[in-house]
């Protein structure tokens, strides 16, 4: 069971916005932040979003990440068939002694 | 280009002993932190340790802890795992991956990943 709590399953069809939450707690999401990473299945994981909202060269603006106590989110718009992926969230955690900790992940199956 | 690519897994049987590699470049290797990151088959992400730049600081999963060793050599731009007393629970598909400025959980790049399989 993870530290951080996603859906494991997510779906929407091309052009259009889907979200994927990330709950967690007062010592990670709630005082740290939260990056995300897109996993297509067979490949090593992607840097998609860092430090609750910013995203890396090369990523498109139709992603974008937000944060609300502790909680965070995904929000994908434009829905393409290349976003199907497994999307993960993480953070540090205070209350352990140096822990990060991620998400269960996400599937994303674009319809 | 930023290339982090990792070697040394395999077969390995429970209780016995592996050391992962992983060689770095296209970056100043001695002015990152990096990580090890491991993927259990059909699984999610699961971070496995943390060392800054310089070796100074060094954080473990509770789940490795006191049987994995993290280390680095910046004269040879290279990152090492080494892991004993392996269990069935370690197979994994293991990653290096950097974070830059010390910003815990952010992992810029990744490499590929080397599988490490325990079993008898």
């Known amino acids: 069971q993870s530290v951080l709590t996603q859906p494991p399953s997510a779906s929407g069809t091309p052009g259009q916005r889907v979200t994927i939450s990330c709950s967690g707690s007062n010592s990670n999401i709630g005082s740290n932040y939260v990056h995300w990473y897109q996993q297509v299945p067979g490949t090593a994981p992607k840097f998609l979003i860092y430090?609750?909202?910013l995203r890396p060269s090369g990523v498109p603006d139709r992603f974008s990440g937000s944060k609300s106590g502790t909680s965070a989110s995904l929000a994908i718009s434009g829905l393409r068939s290349e976003d199907e992926a497994v999307y993960y969230c993480a953070a540090w955690d205070d209350s352990l002694s140096g822990h990060v900790v991620f998400g269960g992940g996400t599937k994303l199956t674009v319809l | 280009e930023v290339q982090l690519v990792e070697s040394g897994g395999g077969l390995v049987k429970p209780g016995g002993s592996l050391r992962l590699s992983c060689a770095a470049s296209?970056?100043?290797?001695?002015?990152?932190?990096m990580n090890w990151v491991r993927q259990a088959p059909g699984k999610g992400l699961e971070w496995v340790s943390f060392i800054s730049s310089s070796s100074s600081y060094i954080y473990y999963a509770d789940s490795v802890k006191g049987r994995f060793t993290i280390s680095r050599d910046n004269a040879k731009n290279s990152l090492f795992l080494q892991m004993h007393s392996l269990r069935a629970e370690d197979t994994a598909v293991y990653y290096c991956?950097?974070?830059?400025?010390?910003?815990?959980?952010?992992?810029?790049?990744w490499g590929q990943g080397t599988l490490v399989t325990v079993s008898s």
């Open positions: 430090r609750n909202y």
């Open positions: 296209g970056f100043t290797f001695s002015s990152y932190s």
């Open positions: 991956a950097r974070t830059p400025a010390g910003n815990f959980g952010e992992f810029d790049y």
